[in-house]
């Protein structure tokens, strides 16, 4: 390959990579490369001894933020927050009864993209998966779709000050996530994970900044540039929080979180609406339908 052609792969390769990693960002999702350049670090204790052995043999190093401090901060003011509580600790582990509890055994979220439904659900004793809550969500657009596959979540910012860095000008916009944002990780079986282009579950508020006129305000259909947009935040963070539980509060540039007490598995599946995978007999119409416009377009070419 000359020199030429190599430089120029070389262009193409760094240009694609930048884009993917500001998909999601153009929406709503903060860039976090500029904090966290390896996103490899050592689970939380709290986080470790919560979990099942399974777990903690895929989460034996699991995405940390770089800025975070040890001293647990006062939590932020949350209307969302019920009444008494004082952070979203004491509310997930003041569970008056084990309905919806299953820190024993497991809890997983699936989103069918055919419908734009989220569930969150709980694994019963006898083995089968109990609905714990559902709603509509918002989705990555045709050009841009939230990819199907399997991811996890291990922290939520869960409080009004989660922020948003827009991608150009790397300014940090509050409230744009009303109140919620669960980054969704890619997660390799030796335990090493990594945000997957910054795509996440969140709220959305695009009133909260002029930056983002040019943004569908939908929280349903395929509107998003990749992320899941919740249209209630506040209802799915208590259910999600209530079912697992969380530790400490934790701080950094983003705002204040909490580690769950066992990370949680995302199932992102079925096709959009419109593109699902042709079947032979769709095949075999198209190729019977362009055979027909190229005999028109021969035939007119003989009339003329």
């Given amino acids: 390959m000359a020199p030429s052609q190599s430089k120029t792969l070389v262009l193409v390769l760094v240009l694609l990579n930048g884009w993917g990693a500001l998909a999601c960002a153009q ?8 904090f966290h350049p390896s996103w490899r670090a050592e689970m939380p204790l709290e986080v470790g001894r919560a979990a099942a052995a399974t777990s903690r043999s895929i989460f034996s190093s699991a995405p940390r933020d770089a800025a975070s401090s040890d001293i647990q901060p006062p939590a932020p003011h949350d209307p969302c927050l019920p009444a008494l509580y004082t952070n979203w600790q004491e509310f997930g582990d003041d569970t008056p009864d084990d309905k919806h509890r299953h820190e024993s055994s497991s809890v997983r979220i699936i989103i069918d993209r055919s419908q734009f439904v989220l569930f969150l659900e709980g694994l019963r004793s006898d083995g089968s998966w109990e609905e714990i809550y559902r709603t509509t969500v918002a989705l990555g657009d045709p050009y841009s779709p939230t990819p199907e596959g399997e991811f996890w979540i ?4 869960s409080y009004p000050d989660v922020t948003f860095f827009h991608a150009a000008s790397q300014q940090p916009i509050a409230g744009l996530y009303d109140g919620f944002f669960a980054p969704l990780l890619a997660c390799d079986q030796r335990g090493h994970c990594q945000r997957h282009n910054d795509l996440g579950i969140h709220g959305f508020q695009p009133a909260a900044s002029p930056l983002t006129a040019s943004w569908p305000p939908d929280t349903y259909g395929a509107v998003s540039a990749g992320c899941i947009r919740l249209p209630d935040p506040c209802a799915f963070k208590a259910a ?4 697992v539980g969380v530790g400490g509060l934790r701080k950094n540039d983003r705002g204040a979180y909490h580690w769950l007490k066992k990370p949680v598995r995302v199932l992102i599946d079925d ?16 190729g019977i339908q362009q055979f027909q416009e190229g005999l028109k377009s021969l035939w007119g070419g003989f009339v003329q």
């Fill in 271 to 286: 096709y959009y609406p419109g593109t699902e995978p042709p079947t032979l007999v769709s095949v075999f119409e198209k």
């Fill in 154 to 157: 291990n922290h939520v910012y």
């Fill in 240 to 243: 999600l929080i209530r079912a």
């Fill in 27 to 34: 929406q709503g999702s903060p860039s976090t490369s500029r």
